[in-house]
């Protein structure tokens, strides 16, 4: 189990992702509100933002709070090793997570 500090600092992330996602779904909209695309608009670009968001924070924390434990275990240097790892693993799991999120959400079709 993480130690309450590492807690600390992953429960912080949440503060940050949730305007980080905002800003990113509100920006995604104007956008394409701006350059005359279809979007889904405001209200389900920022739901499935803050959900996959969250869900992918989630995982964040703990694929990079295992592999900092892992790397430093068996010796490995972290910059070589866990943030490859990591990185390439929150490539899929964020891309899972978007998905996910707009089919829970149902999201579907776009108004132009």
């Known amino acids: 189990m993480p130690q309450p500090l590492a807690l600390l600092d992953m429960s912080i992330q949440f503060v940050f992702a949730v305007s980080v ?3 990113v ?8 509100v701006a350059t005359h695309h279809a979007t889904p ?4 670009m920022v739901g ?6 969250f869900v992918a924070t989630i995982f964040a924390c703990l694929v990079a709070y295992y592999i900092a434990v892992s790397t430093f275990r068996f010796g490995f240097d972290p910059d070589n090793h866990g943030i490859p790892i990591g990185s ?3 490539d899929l799991i ?10 829970v959400l149902g999201v579907h079709g776009a108004h132009g």
């Open 88 to 90: 390439s693993l929150m």
């Open 48 to 53: 499935v933002s803050l959900l996959a968001g």
């Open 21 to 23: 996602f905002t800003l």
């Open 41 to 44: 608009g405001l209200l389900p």
């Open 94 to 103: 964020g891309s899972v997570c978007l998905i996910l999120a707009i089919a």
């Open 25 to 32: 779904a509100i920006s995604s909209y104007v956008v394409s």
